[in-house]
């Protein structure tokens, strides 16, 4: 949270809650497209694809440095991203279990 703000824990609860709420209304791929597209800078969404595509790569067994050489993130990144695909809040366990691997992110 930016240290200038005075939102409540509640009110910030209550503010994620309509984000998440409208990214799940959203119903094709290309509707989140445009949704991220509008809602992010550019620099932001690589940022999420980036750590996705880490997650994928990952779950295939890749090493760090594998990871890094195929899609220049950062070996810090890629490590934060492993420590919470493994102890994190279980929100990449999920998506990965909804979505499957089947396809590789470096073959786009």
Same mark, same amino acid.
């Given at each position: 949270m930016k240290p200038n703000r005075d939102n409540?824990?509640?009110?910030?609860?209550? =503010?994620?809650? =309509? *984000?998440?709420? =409208?990214v799940i209304s959203l119903c094709t791929v290309e509707e989140c497209r445009n949704f991220f597209r509008d809602l992010c800078t550019p620099a932001e969404l690589q940022a999420l694809v980036d750590r996705w595509q880490v997650?994928?790569? *990952?779950?295939?067994? *890749?090493?760090?440095?594998?990871?890094?050489? *195929?899609?220049?993130?950062?070996?810090?990144?890629?490590? #934060?991203? =492993? #420590?919470?695909?493994?102890?994190?809040?279980?929100?990449y366990r999920t998506a990965i279990d909804r979505t499957g691997t089947e396809e590789s992110p470096t073959s786009h």
């Open positions: 409540s824990e509640s009110q910030q609860t209550a =503010a994620e809650d =309509a *984000l998440f709420r =409208a997650v994928e790569l *990952l779950e295939q067994g *890749l090493t760090y440095r594998k990871i890094h050489d *195929l899609t220049g993130v950062s070996v810090t990144t890629i490590g #934060r991203v =492993a #420590r919470f695909l493994t102890d994190g809040f279980g929100g």
